[in-house]
């Protein structure tokens, strides 16, 4: 199957009416959301003040490629706000290692008057930047795959890799507008800081935040809201025309984000009803953080993150009950990690898998030492989930199979019932059609109580793809259903049009 049809003007995206587990567009058809991702897919990676190596590029092309290849349809366009990554020089002082370009911000010193690197004017945007936003979300849409921009990203402001906060836009070192993400509370602020329980240790160091980088992802500093607000605004703008994107407002932010995210949530949808065109919108996995925080949102996408461990989203996913439309990423269960299992299991129960998907990086975690006793493996997860060295193509492929399914069934009306399949794992619209997932060898239960056949019967091997069409029946029991080969199975039962 072809998926390289284009999806532009088809009317923008939102919640299914009739499933709200998946969105829809204009038509009114629930759409399936699966798909590969990777951090290179908008800005590069590149030397400060000097020409970039064009190898280690990323192939924008090439990755639409390999998604329309194996049946993708949505990809998750990570937006970096950290303007560039300082090292330690011989000496010990500061310099730049690498610039994210574009940045959102113009550059004021280029000359190097100001310092030895990047000054912004947080007045003045990049035109550049939004000009590759619009170019690659469009391109996208070209090869019939749906995009979420993301906003904000919580890696960079984050201790954890480093020390990237030394080179975002808001550190007072690196702008000309007086904005100081790390700014000292005012003796008011400290007062309410003290009231609400902030540590001593905290209120000596001057800010009331257990970290400073995170403050600019909270509500405490307003001039700090006003840019952020602005810089979406100017998102808004350059995207609203197009139907098949959606928005996230940050990748993996602290709890404390949270009241600041729901306020983005809201400022964007307030400043759509004003426009011609209006867009979803979604939250990811809050750190430390429970799933609740997510669904109490007034965003119509989640990504659910692992922090609960009675929802083992990695192992045997909970069925969507239909409060929001839930991307199943990768990236908040485990890292780079996947399996096809996981994607098979995840479509069964009203999820949208997605795959944090490393293809095409160069330099980064995972795509050059890629032993499974790596440190990176350990950290990002494949260790942990005894993943073999090839595990990413599985996950790929089967995802595109999960979606093949979704477009042949009436998604409109088909929701999980794994309680009909001994299995566990089944999307059914009861009497009409049913997908039941086998992952182990041997005999399954389905009932069928009250669906009248006759039924046309289809086997589908994941691991090969091999298809088996079976012998039609009546249905109206609980019958027991025998694979007709050995191995994980998917069985597709559409009752016959008469």
């Given amino acids: 199957m072809n998926q390289a049809k284009s999806i532009l003007n088809r009317g923008c995206l939102r919640k299914c009416l009739d499933n709200p587990r998946y969105v829809?567009?204009?038509?009114?058809?629930?759409?399936?959301?699966?798909?590969?991702?990777?951090?290179?897919?908008?800005?590069?990676?590149?030397?400060?003040?000097?020409?970039?190596?064009?190898?280690?590029?990323?192939?924008?092309?090439?990755?639409?490629?390999?998604?329309?290849?194996?049946?993708?349809?949505?990809?998750?366009?990570?937006?970096?706000?950290?303007?560039?990554?300082?090292?330690?020089?011989?000496?010990?002082?500061?310099?730049?290692?690498?610039?994210?370009?574009?940045?959102?911000?113009?550059?004021?010193?280029?000359?190097?008057?100001?310092?030895?690197?990047?000054?912004?004017?947080?007045?003045?945007?990049?035109?550049?930047?939004?000009?590759?936003?619009?170019?690659?979300?469009?391109?996208?849409?070209?090869?019939?795959?749906?995009?979420?921009?993301?906003?904000?990203?919580?890696?960079?402001?984050?201790?954890?890799?480093?020390?990237?906060?030394?080179?975002?836009?808001?550190?007072?070192?690196?702008?000309?507008?007086?904005?100081?993400?790390?700014r000292e509370d005012t003796e008011e602020e400290r007062a309410q800081a003290q009231l609400s329980g902030a540590s001593d240790q905290n209120l000596e160091a001057g800010f009331s935040q257990d970290t400073e980088h995170i403050r600019i992802q909270t509500l405490e500093l307003p001039e700090v809201t006003k840019l952020q607000k602005a810089y979406i605004r100017k998102v808004l703008e350059t995207l609203n025309d197009l139907d098949h994107v959606m928005y996230e407002i940050c990748n993996e932010g602290y709890r404390k984000t949270k009241y600041w995210q729901y306020e983005l949530v809201r400022f964007i949808h307030e400043t759509e009803r004003q426009m011609p065109k209006q867009h979803p919108v979604w939250m990811s996995h809050l750190v430390q953080a429970q799933n609740e925080a997510l669904y109490v949102s007034e965003?119509?996408?989640?990504?659910?993150?692992?922090?609960?461990?009675?929802?083992?989203?990695?192992?045997?996913?909970?069925?969507?009950d239909g409060r929001k439309i839930i991307l199943a990423d990768t990236d908040h269960l485990g890292g780079i990690w996947g399996t096809a299992q996981w994607a098979w299991k995840s479509f069964l129960r009203g999820l949208n898998p997605i795959f944090m998907d490393d293809y095409g990086m160069k330099?980064?975690?995972?795509?050059?030492?890629?032993?499974?006793?790596?440190?990176?493996?350990?950290?990002?997860?494949?260790?942990?989930?005894?993943?073999?060295?090839?595990?990413?193509?599985?996950?790929?492929?089967?995802?595109?199979?999960?979606?093949?399914?979704?477009?042949r069934m009436n998604l409109n009306w088909v929701f999980p019932y794994g309680e009909l399949s001994s299995t566990g794992y089944c999307l059914a619209d009861p009497g009409e059609e049913y997908l039941i997932y086998q992952p182990e060898s041997g005999l399954f239960k389905l009932k069928l109580h009250g669906a009248k056949g006759p039924f046309d019967v289809e086997w589908f091997y994941p691991q090969t793809g091999e298809r088996i069409m079976g012998r039609s029946f009546s249905g109206g029991m609980a019958i027991d259903f025998t694979p007709p080969k050995p191995g994980e199975v998917v069985l597709y039962l559409k009752k016959q049009v008469k």
Avoid at 61 to 72: F, T
């Fill in 24 to 182: 829809m567009d204009g038509t009114g058809k629930a759409i399936y959301l699966t798909g590969s991702h990777t951090w290179g897919t908008f800005q590069d990676r590149v030397p400060y003040q000097g020409e970039a190596d064009p190898d280690s590029l990323f192939d924008y092309p090439e990755y639409l490629a390999m998604m329309v290849r194996h049946h993708h349809n949505f990809l998750r366009i990570w937006c970096r706000d950290c303007g560039f990554f300082l090292e330690k020089a011989e000496d010990g002082s500061d310099r730049v290692q690498a610039c994210n370009e574009p940045c959102a911000y113009v550059d004021v010193n280029t000359d190097g008057s100001l310092g030895n690197h990047p000054v912004y004017d947080l007045t003045r945007y990049n035109q550049a930047y939004f000009e590759r936003l619009r170019e690659r979300v469009i391109q996208a849409g070209e090869q019939g795959i749906y995009v979420s921009v993301m906003l904000f990203d919580a890696w960079n402001v984050d201790t954890r890799i480093g020390s990237p906060w030394g080179g975002h836009p808001y550190h007072k070192e690196n702008n000309i507008n007086g904005i100081d993400g790390k």
């Fill in 299 to 320: 965003a119509e996408i989640i990504s659910v993150g692992v922090e609960n461990t009675d929802e083992d989203y990695c192992i045997n996913p909970p069925a969507n």
């Fill in 363 to 407: 330099g980064m975690a995972g795509s050059v030492n890629q032993e499974t006793d790596s440190p990176v493996g350990v950290l990002f997860g494949w260790v942990q989930y005894e993943l073999p060295a090839d595990w990413r193509e599985p996950i790929r492929v089967a995802m595109g199979q999960t979606r093949d399914y979704a477009l």
